[in-house]
């Protein structure tokens, strides 16, 4: 049987480029390569395109840019022809590509910048397609729709760096100490603080706006997070919820990629029934932003028992230690299990 051209792409114009090479790694020593062949796609951080050819171990110590193993490359965008152009040295050479899995965090690659390009192409995509990309990455809009399916969603106010400080100084007094200042558009909790008082608004703003031209200001819920690994287009496979216990203020960057003081328990640690509501908020969230494929959906759980929506992950962290495929392991759902369906799901779609 002839095998499947997946084009697995990583790395990308993003904060992120580094958290997409360990993800991306994982996915290809978990790929079925009985069935697929991945043709191995690299982003670098200045967005220079190349075909890789090297072994994975390069990808984990960020030593896959070289001569040696790359070739610039392109995507061609005449739909039908379906392939990845190679500009090699001794002339122009074409790889077919039957499917693309981006592999890509944050910024052009998970916010629909790529999805947008393959769907311009004819090239079927692994995952969510342009507009739930989009809208997984934008805060404000994936909060507004989840709003309208009757799930609570944080009070939040958008701001620009020309919002007068006192509109902003007052939203917070309505809302309450602490809050949260984040980009509207980012991943990984970059540019994200904890703000406990008046004065440490100016400079959660400053670095919010080093990520993105707009920012958050975000009610505190209290509880904890819990999440939510949904798999499907029609009919939808959730994995257990997970839960993030912290011993800190919340759950950034450094906690997110080492768990030094944090840690997280699947199954939640929580009833049954809890349990259940939450795997259905998630299933109607991920169908109110249109997701397909796979995405995973990060709820908080009140003390009160109350169910509060945070945010969509349109691609999460696909490394053997990450939460999706934690939670999906947890349901009887192998990595490489999961890795073929999204193909096959990706491949459905087209």
């Known amino acids: 049987m002839k095998k499947i051209n997946v084009g697995i792409f990583f790395g990308g114009c993003s904060p992120e480029y580094s ?44 030593t896959w840019q070289n001569p040696s193993d790359c070739t610039p490359a392109v995507l061609s965008p005449n739909r039908g022809e379906n392939c990845l152009i190679l500009l090699g040295k ?59 399916e009757g799930v609570r969603v944080p009070m939040h106010l958008v701001l620009d760096p020309h919002t007068p400080m006192d ?27 904890k703000v406990a008082c008046k004065e440490q608004l100016s400079p959660a703003l400053a670095l919010a706006f080093q990520y993105d031209s707009q920012a958050l200001l975000e009610e505190n819920i209290p509880g904890f997070e819990v999440g939510c690994a949904v798999l499907g287009n029609r009919e939808l496979i959730v994995g257990e919820v997970d839960e993030i216990e912290l011993s800190g203020d919340f759950f950034d960057f450094t906690e997110k990629y080492t768990l030094k ?67 999906m392991k947890a349901a009887g759902h192998s990595f490489r299990e999961v890795i073929s369906r999204i193909l096959e799901l990706g491949l459905e779609k087209s």
């Open 19 to 62: 958290v997409s090479l360990s993800s991306a790694s994982g996915v290809i020593l978990n790929v079925d390569q009985e069935k697929y062949n991945p043709v191995l796609i690299g982003i670098t951080k200045k967005g220079e395109w190349y075909h890789y050819a090297g072994p994975v171990d390069k990808l984990l110590n960020d």
């Open 90 to 148: 001794e002339g122009v050479s074409r790889i077919p590509l039957d499917i693309a899995f981006p592999v890509l965090h944050g910024g052009n690659g998970e916010d629909g910048t790529l999805q947008g390009l393959l769907e311009l192409s004819g090239i079927p995509v692994a995952g969510c397609g342009t507009l739930a990309s989009a809208l997984g990455m934008d805060k404000d809009r994936a909060h507004r729709l989840v709003g309208l």
């Open 167 to 193: 509109a902003i100084e007052s939203f917070a007094e309505n809302i309450g100490y602490p809050l949260f200042v984040k980009p509207v558009k980012a991943g990984s909790s970059y540019g994200v603080t």
């Open 261 to 327: 003081t944090s840690a997280i328990h699947v199954p939640a640690r929580i009833a049954p029934a809890k349990a259940a509501e939450i795997k259905e908020k998630a299933k109607r969230i991920y169908r109110a932003l249109g997701c397909t494929g796979f995405a995973r959906v990060d709820m908080f759980l009140t003390p009160d028992g109350e169910v509060v929506f945070n945010e969509v992950n349109t691609i999460p962290g696909f490394t053997e230690h990450s939460r999706y495929p934690g939670m």
